[in-house]
Protein backbone atom coordinates (compact mmCIF):
# COMPACT_ATOMS: atom_id res chain seq x y z
CA UNK A 1 0.00 0.00 0.00
CA UNK A 2 3.03 2.78 0.39
CA UNK A 3 4.55 2.07 -2.27
CA UNK A 4 1.05 1.82 -4.61
CA UNK A 5 1.40 5.43 -4.91
CA UNK A 6 5.04 5.93 -6.18
CA UNK A 7 4.87 3.02 -8.42
CA UNK A 8 1.76 4.39 -10.24
CA UNK A 9 3.74 7.27 -10.62
CA UNK A 10 6.74 5.57 -11.83
CA UNK A 11 4.47 3.64 -14.76
CA UNK A 12 3.06 6.81 -15.71
CA UNK A 13 6.71 8.33 -16.06
CA UNK A 14 7.65 5.44 -18.23
CA UNK A 15 4.69 5.71 -20.48
CA UNK A 16 5.26 9.07 -21.04
CA UNK A 17 8.79 8.68 -22.17
CA UNK A 18 7.89 5.72 -24.38
CA UNK A 19 5.05 6.83 -26.02
CA UNK A 20 5.94 8.47 -29.28
CA UNK A 21 5.28 11.90 -30.13
CA UNK A 22 2.65 12.99 -31.86
CA UNK A 23 3.88 16.89 -33.26
CA UNK A 24 7.16 18.16 -33.79
CA UNK A 25 8.09 21.25 -34.12
CA UNK A 26 10.86 21.55 -37.03
CA UNK A 27 11.40 25.08 -35.61
CA UNK A 28 12.93 24.20 -32.79
CA UNK A 29 14.92 20.71 -34.06
CA UNK A 30 18.77 21.40 -34.08
CA UNK A 31 20.09 17.97 -35.15
CA UNK A 32 22.75 16.60 -37.18
CA UNK A 33 21.43 13.68 -40.04
CA UNK A 34 24.05 11.74 -41.37
CA UNK A 35 23.64 10.11 -44.58
CA UNK A 36 25.30 7.27 -46.72
CA UNK A 37 25.73 7.82 -50.42
CA UNK A 38 27.69 8.70 -53.33
CA UNK A 39 28.95 11.76 -54.14
CA UNK A 40 26.81 11.94 -57.74
CA UNK A 41 23.88 11.75 -55.66
CA UNK A 42 24.70 14.63 -53.69
CA UNK A 43 25.69 16.49 -56.98
CA UNK A 44 22.21 15.82 -58.41
CA UNK A 45 20.15 15.75 -54.98
CA UNK A 46 22.08 17.62 -52.70
CA UNK A 47 21.69 21.18 -53.71
CA UNK A 48 17.86 20.87 -53.70
CA UNK A 49 17.52 19.34 -50.64
CA UNK A 50 19.50 21.75 -48.30
CA UNK A 51 17.20 24.02 -49.65
CA UNK A 52 13.83 21.94 -48.63
CA UNK A 53 15.13 21.44 -45.33
CA UNK A 54 16.38 25.38 -44.84
CA UNK A 55 12.85 25.64 -45.37
CA UNK A 56 11.14 23.66 -42.71
CA UNK A 57 13.88 23.51 -40.27
CA UNK A 58 16.70 25.70 -40.33
CA UNK A 59 18.29 24.28 -37.32
CA UNK A 60 18.99 20.65 -38.73
CA UNK A 61 22.00 19.86 -40.44
CA UNK A 62 23.48 17.25 -42.74
CA UNK A 63 26.64 14.86 -43.05
CA UNK A 64 27.27 13.35 -46.08
CA UNK A 65 29.71 10.09 -45.88
CA UNK A 66 30.84 8.18 -48.60
CA UNK A 67 29.20 5.12 -49.71
CA UNK A 68 32.00 2.36 -50.65
CA UNK A 69 29.94 -0.86 -49.73
CA UNK A 70 26.37 -2.41 -49.41
CA UNK A 71 26.88 -3.77 -46.03
CA UNK A 72 24.24 -2.32 -42.93
CA UNK A 73 26.49 -2.20 -40.18
CA UNK A 74 26.47 1.64 -40.18
CA UNK A 75 22.80 1.57 -39.88
CA UNK A 76 22.70 -1.04 -37.65
CA UNK A 77 25.56 0.64 -35.38
CA UNK A 78 23.42 4.03 -35.52
CA UNK A 79 26.59 5.77 -37.24
CA UNK A 80 24.56 6.44 -40.48
CA UNK A 81 20.68 7.88 -40.01
CA UNK A 82 19.90 7.11 -43.81
CA UNK A 83 21.38 5.38 -46.58
CA UNK A 84 20.49 5.66 -50.99
CA UNK A 85 21.34 3.01 -53.12
CA UNK A 86 20.34 0.18 -55.51
CA UNK A 87 18.89 -2.57 -53.22
CA UNK A 88 19.31 -6.01 -54.66
CA UNK A 89 18.41 -9.38 -53.36
CA UNK A 90 21.18 -9.50 -50.61
CA UNK A 91 19.99 -6.60 -49.06
CA UNK A 92 19.89 -7.35 -45.54
CA UNK A 93 16.53 -8.02 -44.39
CA UNK A 94 17.28 -6.23 -40.99
CA UNK A 95 16.39 -2.66 -42.68
CA UNK A 96 14.22 -1.03 -44.16
CA UNK A 97 13.39 0.59 -47.51
CA UNK A 98 11.11 2.27 -49.71
CA UNK A 99 11.98 3.46 -53.38
CA UNK A 100 12.90 7.21 -54.90
CA UNK A 101 13.22 6.80 -58.37
CA UNK A 102 13.66 4.24 -61.35
CA UNK A 103 16.43 4.90 -63.56
CA UNK A 104 18.79 3.20 -66.44
CA UNK A 105 22.16 3.15 -68.01
CA UNK A 106 22.92 5.62 -71.02
CA UNK A 107 26.18 5.72 -73.18
CA UNK A 108 28.06 9.35 -72.77
CA UNK A 109 30.90 10.08 -75.11
CA UNK A 110 32.85 13.58 -75.68
CA UNK A 111 31.27 15.66 -78.75
CA UNK A 112 32.86 14.87 -81.49
CA UNK A 113 33.24 11.19 -80.79
CA UNK A 114 33.01 8.14 -83.53
CA UNK A 115 29.91 6.64 -81.96
CA UNK A 116 28.29 10.45 -82.20
CA UNK A 117 28.16 10.07 -85.68
CA UNK A 118 25.91 7.17 -87.53
CA UNK A 119 24.07 4.48 -86.51
CA UNK A 120 25.15 2.73 -83.09
CA UNK A 121 25.25 -1.18 -83.13
CA UNK A 122 26.13 -3.32 -80.65
CA UNK A 123 29.23 -4.29 -82.42
CA UNK A 124 30.38 -0.38 -83.02
CA UNK A 125 29.77 -0.14 -79.27
CA UNK A 126 32.10 -3.07 -78.05
CA UNK A 127 35.18 -1.77 -80.30
CA UNK A 128 35.77 1.29 -78.33
CA UNK A 129 37.84 1.54 -75.27
CA UNK A 130 35.67 1.90 -72.11
CA UNK A 131 35.80 3.17 -68.74
CA UNK A 132 34.18 1.07 -66.31
CA UNK A 133 32.54 2.08 -62.86
CA UNK A 134 33.15 -0.41 -59.57
CA UNK A 135 33.47 0.51 -56.10
CA UNK A 136 34.52 -3.06 -55.97
CA UNK A 137 37.29 -2.83 -58.50
CA UNK A 138 35.37 -5.50 -60.41
CA UNK A 139 36.08 -4.86 -64.74
CA UNK A 140 32.39 -6.71 -66.03
CA UNK A 141 28.86 -6.49 -65.68
CA UNK A 142 25.71 -6.52 -67.15
CA UNK A 143 26.52 -4.32 -69.91
CA UNK A 144 29.41 -7.62 -70.45
CA UNK A 145 26.83 -9.96 -70.49
CA UNK A 146 24.59 -8.37 -72.73
CA UNK A 147 27.29 -7.96 -75.17
CA UNK A 148 28.24 -11.83 -74.89
CA UNK A 149 25.06 -12.61 -75.83
CA UNK A 150 25.87 -11.37 -78.81
CA UNK A 151 28.86 -12.96 -79.17
CA UNK A 152 31.00 -9.65 -78.74
CA UNK A 153 33.36 -8.21 -76.03
CA UNK A 154 33.84 -4.64 -75.01
CA UNK A 155 37.60 -3.28 -73.99
CA UNK A 156 37.34 -1.53 -70.81
CA UNK A 157 40.89 0.43 -70.79
CA UNK A 158 40.01 1.62 -67.30
CA UNK A 159 38.09 1.14 -63.73
CA UNK A 160 37.25 3.85 -61.70
CA UNK A 161 35.06 4.39 -58.37
CA UNK A 162 32.80 6.66 -59.39
CA UNK A 163 30.38 7.52 -62.00
CA UNK A 164 31.44 11.46 -61.96
CA UNK A 165 34.93 10.27 -62.59
CA UNK A 166 33.86 7.97 -66.08
CA UNK A 167 31.92 11.40 -66.86
CA UNK A 168 34.95 13.51 -66.63
CA UNK A 169 36.98 10.80 -68.27
CA UNK A 170 34.50 10.35 -71.40
CA UNK A 171 34.00 14.04 -71.86
CA UNK A 172 38.38 14.79 -72.18
CA UNK A 173 39.50 11.54 -73.86
CA UNK A 174 38.29 8.73 -76.54
CA UNK A 175 36.41 6.58 -73.73
CA UNK A 176 33.13 5.31 -73.84
CA UNK A 177 31.08 5.45 -70.16
CA UNK A 178 27.86 4.15 -69.22
CA UNK A 179 26.52 5.96 -66.55
CA UNK A 180 23.00 6.33 -64.62
CA UNK A 181 21.06 8.96 -66.48
CA UNK A 182 20.11 11.23 -63.98
CA UNK A 183 23.69 11.63 -62.84
CA UNK A 184 23.90 13.82 -66.83
CA UNK A 185 23.45 17.22 -66.76
CA UNK A 186 20.68 18.83 -68.68
CA UNK A 187 22.24 19.86 -71.38
CA UNK A 188 25.38 17.89 -70.95
CA UNK A 189 28.07 20.11 -71.25
CA UNK A 190 30.32 18.52 -73.75
CA UNK A 191 29.07 15.28 -74.17
CA UNK A 192 27.23 13.55 -76.43
CA UNK A 193 24.68 10.90 -74.74
CA UNK A 194 22.88 8.44 -76.42
CA UNK A 195 20.79 5.22 -76.20
CA UNK A 196 23.00 1.81 -75.16
CA UNK A 197 22.74 -0.87 -78.13
CA UNK A 198 21.78 -3.64 -75.86
CA UNK A 199 19.16 -4.11 -73.39
CA UNK A 200 19.29 -3.84 -69.75
CA UNK A 201 16.20 -3.76 -66.78
CA UNK A 202 15.56 -0.28 -65.10
CA UNK A 203 17.22 -0.44 -61.60
CA UNK A 204 15.36 1.48 -58.64
CA UNK A 205 17.24 3.59 -56.70
CA UNK A 206 16.05 3.36 -52.80
CA UNK A 207 16.55 5.33 -49.03
CA UNK A 208 17.39 2.61 -46.39
CA UNK A 209 16.66 2.94 -42.68
CA UNK A 210 17.01 1.03 -39.34
CA UNK A 211 13.84 -0.12 -38.19
CA UNK A 212 14.60 2.02 -34.73
CA UNK A 213 14.49 4.91 -36.12
CA UNK A 214 10.96 4.15 -38.26
CA UNK A 215 8.73 5.79 -35.98
CA UNK A 216 11.32 9.03 -34.83
CA UNK A 217 9.12 12.48 -36.40
CA UNK A 218 12.35 13.96 -37.46
CA UNK A 219 13.69 11.24 -39.02
CA UNK A 220 10.59 10.48 -41.30
CA UNK A 221 10.08 14.44 -41.91
CA UNK A 222 14.04 13.26 -43.30
CA UNK A 223 12.33 10.88 -45.77
CA UNK A 224 9.63 12.48 -46.83
CA UNK A 225 12.05 15.96 -47.67
CA UNK A 226 14.32 13.41 -49.60
CA UNK A 227 11.33 11.53 -51.44
CA UNK A 228 10.13 14.92 -52.70
CA UNK A 229 13.54 15.96 -54.20
CA UNK A 230 14.05 12.92 -55.57
CA UNK A 231 10.47 12.71 -56.71
CA UNK A 232 10.08 13.31 -60.78
Known amino acids: ?????????????????????????LGEVVRTFTLRTSEEFVERFGPALLARIAQD?????????H??????????????????GVVDAGASPEVLTQALFRDRLV?????????????????????????????????????????????LVRQVGIVVAGFNTAIALARDTDLIASVPE??????????????????L???????????????DLAHRWLRACLREVCGP
Request: include cysteine.
Open 182 to 199: RYITVPPRGLYCFELPVT
Open 67 to 84: KSDKHSTLLRDGVVDLET
Open 57 to 65: APGVRLRFV
Open 107 to 151: GVVREGHALSRGPLSAARFAQGQHVYVSRRGQDRGQIDEALEAQG
Open 201 to 215: PPFTVAMLWHPRQDA
Open 1 to 25: LRLREQVSQLVQDAHAVLRPANTLD
